[in-house]
């Protein structure tokens, strides 16, 4: 008797959690919800890691969980960037669709490909705003024929889905230009110094290094679980308390294996909303540690414009495109004359 009546109470309470869970997303069925919810408390984590493309996956899936693996098309490609030519640098610049000043003044500062004397090739990240026939996306297109530089799959462009532009970025990169040495992944409010990145980081010189991955290093943090953060992360999505250490989105470097090494990775573990934490788990599975970078290179705060500080570091954060114009008319024309 008593046991029927916590059967009764355990699937009152099931229901109950179904049509939440049905009303935060109103495309899944009641049945998928009722599984979802019923797999999210009761699986360990092991389980819940799906194999590739298994369709069975977005039924275990958080709504705050980017849905991943999943086939995504590429609608804006570049296939053939590579075909003549070896990048040593590759610059993947994540933003939204309507910064199109961003990508403008990017494209004539310090995302210029012919400003540097080792090949450095520029694409824009991007996702996708829910319908082709949008007079936004046919303008998208357009700005893809001018400049050959925007990539986009169809996933939403949406804040909780930026992990997944930064997985599109590296799975460009390690299916049309595997040869490239390095790559870095920054945001389309960035000042870059590619020059000080080439040349007093990277090395063209020397071989490429392989396991490498530096930035501004974040350690000592964990999820913020609170509904009230914009970037809040519950426990269904990623249980632990703590992340480990990692580089911050703003700008971060690898060598070009460690594009595959993390695709591949985040095939075979749970994706989280949180794009540079994520790229720290990938590292974590791999057991790979980023380098600690030479001190006050990468810089994700903003940083008033001063010359002869700018031509000693790598990135800085926060610009919006008058300025970053205005700043790069400064720093390419005098360069570092008269600075020590
Ligand atoms: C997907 O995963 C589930 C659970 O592990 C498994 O039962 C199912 O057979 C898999 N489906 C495919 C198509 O691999
Ligand atoms: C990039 O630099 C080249 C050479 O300095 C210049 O001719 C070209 O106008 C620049 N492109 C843009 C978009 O500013
Ligand atoms: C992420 O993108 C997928 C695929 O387009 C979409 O179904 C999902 O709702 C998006 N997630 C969020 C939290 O925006
Ligand atoms: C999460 O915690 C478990 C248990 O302590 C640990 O084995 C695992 O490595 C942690 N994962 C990450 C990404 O830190």
């Known amino acids: 008797m008593v046991k029927r009546r916590y059967t009764l109470l355990a699937l009152i309470l099931l229901f109950f959690f179904g049509v939440l869970y049905h009303f935060q997303n109103q495309q899944s069925s009641l049945i998928s919800t009722f599984t979802r919810t019923h797999f999210i408390t009761k699986l360990p984590k092991k389980e819940i890691q799906q194999p590739v493309n298994n369709q069975t996956y977005p039924a275990f899936r958080h709504p705050l969980a980017p849905p991943y693996p999943y086939p995504y098309e590429f609608l804006i490609n ?79 462009d949406t804040t909780y889905n930026l992990t997944l532009k930064s997985l599109m970025g590296i799975e460009w990169v390690t299916k049309f230009c595997p040869k490239t040495s390095y790559v870095i992944k920054t945001d389309n409010d960035m000042f870059l110094n590619v020059d000080y990145l080439v040349h007093k980081l990277l090395h063209p010189e020397l071989p490429v290094r392989q396991n490498y991955i530096t930035g501004l290093l974040v350690s000592g943090t964990g999820p913020l679980r609170d509904k009230g953060y914009k970037y809040h992360v519950p426990k269904e ?89 205005s700043m790069w008319q400064d720093f390419w024309t005098l360069k570092s004359s008269g600075c020590k």
């Open 78 to 156: 570049q296939p053939d960037k590579c075909k003549d030519r070896t990048p040593f640098l590759i610059i993947l610049v994540n933003g939204r669709i309507n910064d199109l000043e961003a990508r403008h003044a990017i494209r004539a500062t310090w995302g210029n490909e012919s400003n540097y004397n080792v090949d450095v090739l520029r694409l824009f990240s991007l996702g996708f705003l829910g319908s082709v026939s949008d007079r936004t996306q046919k303008m998208l297109e357009e700005e893809s024929k001018a400049f050959g530089d925007i990539i986009q799959q169809d996933f939403m």
């Open 237 to 325: 999505v990623y249980p632990n308390d703590t992340y480990p250490i990692y580089c911050a989105g703003s700008g971060y470097v690898f060598s070009v294996d460690m594009a595959k090494k993390i695709y591949d990775v985040a095939q075979k573990i749970r994706v989280i909303p949180i794009e540079d934490a994520f790229n720290g788990i990938c590292l974590h599975e791999l057991n790979i540690s980023p380098a600690i970078p030479p001190r006050d290179i990468f810089n994700g705060h903003h940083i008033q414009y001063n010359r002869c500080q700018f031509h000693k570091l790598i990135t800085a954060h926060s610009y919006k495109s008058d300025q970053l114009r």
